[in-house]
């Protein structure tokens, strides 16, 4: 597990990961992390995913306590993406609204991505608005977006247009991607080819 001490104004936070179930297990949720579902949920799904094959967890921790976390995962079953056998989806990242804007999700999400098994892979993450705390942030969707494709530009991440139904369902979504140095050229080749489905269902057709 790689771990960086972040000193931030109100302490140093640990970033760490991957991170083992049994340790999460540990670890107390901050009670304001709360984006996704209510924290103890959401410590128990961060748990889960660390059982997966290719679950990957990173957290900020302060003292005993979770303030932050990115999850990465195989896509959902019922993704266009889970057929691509090189596709990696970053799940979600948050930091509970006690410690955000203290640069953790940046160097968090910076420290995910100096794993090198990170190079093996196509990362992606789907950005759709109804997630987004626009409550807390004050900003509207628009602002909310570009803080996003930003964060995630931080780590190489580039937009991505696509069809997936997800996406188009509301013009603020957005897919972004980052392309592993050790992803082969076909890798590539065939994710292009499964971002517009209409456009190329003769590829999708033999997968
Ligand atoms: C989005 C989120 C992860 C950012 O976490 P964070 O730790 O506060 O972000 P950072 O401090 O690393 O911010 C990096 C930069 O992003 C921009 N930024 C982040 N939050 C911002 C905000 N509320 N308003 C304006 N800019 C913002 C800033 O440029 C910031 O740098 P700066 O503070 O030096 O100006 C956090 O607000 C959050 O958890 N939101 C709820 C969950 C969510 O929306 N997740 C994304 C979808 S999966």
Redesign the pocket.
């Known amino acids: 597990m790689q771990q960086v001490a972040h000193p931030t104004s109100k302490g140093t936070v640990y970033l760490e990961g991957p991170c083992p179930g049994p340790y999460l297990a540990d670890l107390t949720m901050n009670e304001k992390l709360t ?2 579902r209510p924290p103890d949920k959401q410590k128990e799904a961060l748990i889960m995913i660390t059982g997966l094959p290719e679950g990957m967890i990173y957290i ?1 921790r302060h003292e005993k306590e979770i303030v ?1 976390y990115v999850t990465f995962h195989r896509p959902d079953e019922c993704s266009r993406w889970i057929k691509h056998p090189k596709v990696l989806e ?8 006690d ?11 910076k420290l995910c991505f100096t794993n090198p098994v990170m190079e093996n892979y196509i990362v992606i ?1 789907m ?2 608005c109804w ?3 626009t409550r ?4 509207d969707i628009w ?2 977006q570009r ?2 494709t ?2 995630f530009g ?1 780590v190489g991440m580039k937009r991505v247009p696509t069809d997936d139904p997800d996406i188009i369902e509301h013009p603020a979504n957005v897919l972004m991607a980052r392309f592993g140095q050790k992803v082969p050229a076909g890798d590539i080749a065939l994710f292009e080819s499964m971002t517009f489905k209409n456009k190329h269902s003769n590829v999708l057709s033999i997968l």
Do not use: P
Not at 90 to 97: C, D, Q, R
């Open positions: 984006n996704f900020a932050g970053l799940g979600g990242i948050e930091i509970s609204a410690w955000r804007r203290c640069k953790i999700a940046e160097t968090l999400l993450t950005e759709m997630h987004w705390d807390n942030t004050k900003l602002a909310y803080v996003l930003n964060l931080t």
